[in-house]
């Protein structure tokens, strides 16, 4: 699609330092801001819009109070307004469970909505060894789920136990999110062999329901495979049954065949309704030789 507006939020400490690595990744089509009251989550050599929830002096979070974090989103609305005014797509990462992300996190969504933007979040739910902070996750992602149009629900848990099995450091380690953030920019920023745009983004996360987002990468040979992984990714829960709607994005090297295209597109709607409305896209990429990726945008589940 051409000049799309994309705005990678990242809200919160986590959800900071997700964004960052997203959007590194992302490149610099894609706009990026940090939301937090901690100074630490602003580092000064990128290219970050910083909205900053609190003065100076008291800048080491919301302490973990959901509605301090709010109030400042809330008072922070004209400036947000400014940044959000041409953007289409909000990505949303934070981590909830603290302050800042659980009460500036809802309201940013609200206030990107209430702008014109489609709203994509993601959200990590805390460990479930923080009984207090899971308590404060659950209220958060019930108002983030309202005022999102995608929201898709991270377990800390699932992402640690992955990280640990790739030998990476959980909170730096996330490749998933920013897999999942990039898939998402491809998709919706750089034009494919069949391109899909925000009309059919749109049209799909339009249908009532709940909905969620997969991303998957493995050999073009092997679609089984692909379809696990995006199974086995860190999602706290996967239901695709009867889904009403589906935007599949498949993304190859430059071997890639209707044939494999099909194929995958076939396996990855097989557990769908069957009048669900499928948008496909494909696209060739170099980098990514005998590979393939796929992103898929899931909608109309039963909540
Ligand atoms: N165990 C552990 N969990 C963490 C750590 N950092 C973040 N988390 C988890 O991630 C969630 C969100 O944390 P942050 O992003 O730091 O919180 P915040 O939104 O900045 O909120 P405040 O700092 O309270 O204003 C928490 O609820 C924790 O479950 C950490 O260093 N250790
Ligand atoms: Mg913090």
């Given at each position: 699609?051409?000049g799309?507006?994309?705005?990678?939020?990242?809200?919160?400490?986590?959800?900071?330092?997700?964004a960052?690595?997203?959007?590194?990744?992302?490149?610099?089509?894609?706009?990026?801001?940090l939301?937090d009251?901690?100074e630490n989550?602003?580092?000064?050599d990128?290219?970050?819009?910083?909205?900053?929830?609190?003065?100076?002096?008291?800048?080491?979070?919301?302490?973990?109070l959901p509605?301090?974090?709010?109030?400042?989103?809330?008072?922070?609305a004209?400036?947000t307004r400014?940044?959000?005014?041409?953007v289409?797509?909000?990505?949303?990462l934070?981590?909830?469970?603290?302050?800042?992300?659980?009460?500036?996190?809802?309201?940013?969504?609200?206030?990107?909505?209430?702008?014109g933007?489609?709203?994509?979040?993601v959200?990590?739910?805390?460990?479930?060894?923080?009984?207090?902070?899971?308590?404060?996750?659950e209220?958060?992602?019930?108002k983030?789920?309202?005022?999102?149009?995608?929201?898709?629900?991270?377990?800390?848990?699932?992402l640690?136990?992955?990280?640990?099995?790739?030998?990476?450091?959980?909170?730096?380690?996330?490749?998933?999110?920013?897999?999942?953030?990039?898939?998402?920019?491809?998709?919706l920023?750089?034009l494919?062999?069949?391109?899909?745009?925000?009309?059919?983004l749109?049209?799909?996360?339009g249908?009532?329901?709940a909905?969620?987002l997969?991303?998957?990468q493995?050999h073009g040979?092997n679609?089984?495979?692909?379809?696990?992984d995006?199974?086995?990714?860190?999602l706290?829960?996967?239901?695709?049954?009867?889904?009403?709607?589906?935007?599949?994005q498949?993304?190859?090297?430059?071997?890639?065949?209707?044939?494999?295209v099909g194929e995958?597109a076939?396996?990855?709607?097989s557990?769908l309704?069957?009048?669900?409305?499928?948008?496909?896209?494909?696209?060739?990429?170099?980098?990514?030789?005998?590979?393939m990726r796929?992103?898929?945008?899931?909608?109309?589940?039963?909540d």
């Amino acid at each position: 699609m051409d000049g799309a507006q994309l705005l990678i939020a990242g809200i919160g400490g986590l959800g900071s330092s997700w964004a960052l690595k997203a959007h590194e990744r992302a490149g610099n089509d894609v706009d990026l801001v940090l939301v937090d009251s901690d100074e630490n989550s602003f580092s000064n050599d990128v290219q970050a819009h910083i909205i900053r929830l609190g003065s100076a002096e008291d800048a080491s979070g919301c302490a973990g109070l959901p509605p301090l974090g709010e109030q400042r989103m809330r008072n922070a609305a004209n400036v947000t307004r400014l940044l959000l005014e041409d953007v289409e797509l909000v990505i949303l990462l934070t981590g909830l469970g603290g302050g800042t992300g659980s009460g500036a996190a809802p309201e940013f969504a609200r206030q990107a909505r209430l702008s014109g933007a489609v709203v994509l979040s993601v959200a990590a739910h805390p460990f479930t060894a923080q009984p207090s902070r899971q308590a404060i996750a659950e209220a958060s992602l019930i108002k983030l789920e309202k005022h999102s149009d995608v929201c898709v629900r991270l377990s800390l848990d699932r992402l640690a136990w992955q990280a640990r099995e790739r030998g990476s450091d959980w909170r730096l380690g996330a490749s998933w999110v920013e897999e999942l953030v990039d898939g998402l920019v491809r998709t919706l920023l750089r034009l494919g062999l069949i391109n899909l745009d925000m009309m059919d983004l749109k049209a799909i996360v339009g249908h009532k329901g709940a909905s969620t987002l997969l991303v998957a990468q493995g050999h073009g040979d092997n679609p089984q495979g692909l379809l696990d992984d995006a199974m086995s990714s860190p999602l706290a829960s996967l239901k695709l049954d009867g889904a009403k709607g589906c935007l599949l994005q498949i993304e190859g090297g430059p071997g890639l065949t209707v044939g494999q295209v099909g194929e995958v597109a076939d396996l990855f709607t097989s557990r769908l309704d069957d009048d669900a409305q499928v948008i496909l896209g494909a696209r060739v990429s170099e980098d990514l030789h005998d590979r393939m990726r796929v992103v898929a945008v899931v909608s109309g589940l039963a909540d």
